[in-house]
Each structure stands twice: as C-alpha cells, then as structure tokens.
C-alpha cells in the first residue's frame, strides 16, 4: 500500500471479491410434485444442464419457500396433488408478492379444462408427461435468461 491509496490491501480484495461476483443470485427452479421420482427425475434432468433446483413435495411447502427464498426464479408444478394442487398453488402465487413469477406446469393427467384455466392464471407452458426433456429445457432456459 503506498502512501496515495485510500484503500488498505484487505479492502483492495474485498472490492475485487464483489466485483467479480454476478450482479443477480443464481436463479433457481423450484419443482413441486407430490410423487417423489418424478421432483427427482425432473431435479436430475435440469441439473445436468447446470440448472439449480429445489424440490417441495406439496403445495404448501412450495408457498413457504416461495416467502423465503429470492433466488427462485421459476416454479414447475404438477397438477394433482393434496391439499393445494397445482392450479390453487398458482392462484395463490398470483395473488402474492411473487405474482409475476414464471411458472410451468407439468402434468401427467389434465384435461381441457384445467390447460385453459392455467393459461387464464398467465403460465408459461403446459406439459404432458411424459414430457420432453428439449422442450422443457428450452423453456427453463429462455425463462431465466440463459439462452442469450
């Protein structure tokens, strides 16, 4: 340190420290599904692309994590589910302070009606499972900014 720096080495670092570090947090996908294997498999899939997840087994626990947790940047939620399902979680998120949160529904057993009353409630996408997995990628990508 000479005698004309403001700054002490320590503080040199620190400043270097934050300024190397990305503006935003990473964004993370939070997957919400009742059945275990398919929150894992969908976990797993995304991962493999460098894309972080959580994982909540229900509704309830997602709007708990959804309070908590800044960094989610995209919700992928079944339908089926207990107390609140799919369509009640996203109601409930549109209703919050994480209103205009991404959200993409996955569902192995929806009909017309449910895929119309989720796009009136503003999702991004509506996948059938099996889903498939470009398909899906490409829109967690394009949702959190990483296809530029």
Request: proline fraction near 5%.
């Amino acid at each position: 340190m000479s005698d004309h720096d403001i700054l002490s080495d320590a503080e040199r670092e620190a400043l270097s420290a934050v300024m190397l570090e990305p503006d935003l947090p990473p964004q993370r996908v939070l997957i919400v599904d009742d059945d275990k294997d398919a929150r894992e498999l969908l976990s797993e899939i995304l991962a493999l692309d460098g894309i972080h997840c959580m994982t909540a087994a229900s509704g309830e626990t997602a709007l708990k994590m959804l309070e908590t947790k800044p960094s989610i940047g995209l919700l992928i939620t079944d339908l089926r589910m207990g107390n609140v399902d799919g369509l009640e979680l996203i109601r409930l998120v549109r209703e919050s302070p994480r209103a205009a949160l991404p959200i993409i529904i996955v569902s192995g057993d929806a009909d017309v009606k449910d895929a119309i009353e989720a796009m009136h409630l503003s999702v991004v996408d509506f996948l059938l499972k099996p889903i498939d997995t470009d398909k899906l990628l490409g829109l967690v990508k394009h949702e959190l900014g990483m296809d530029l």
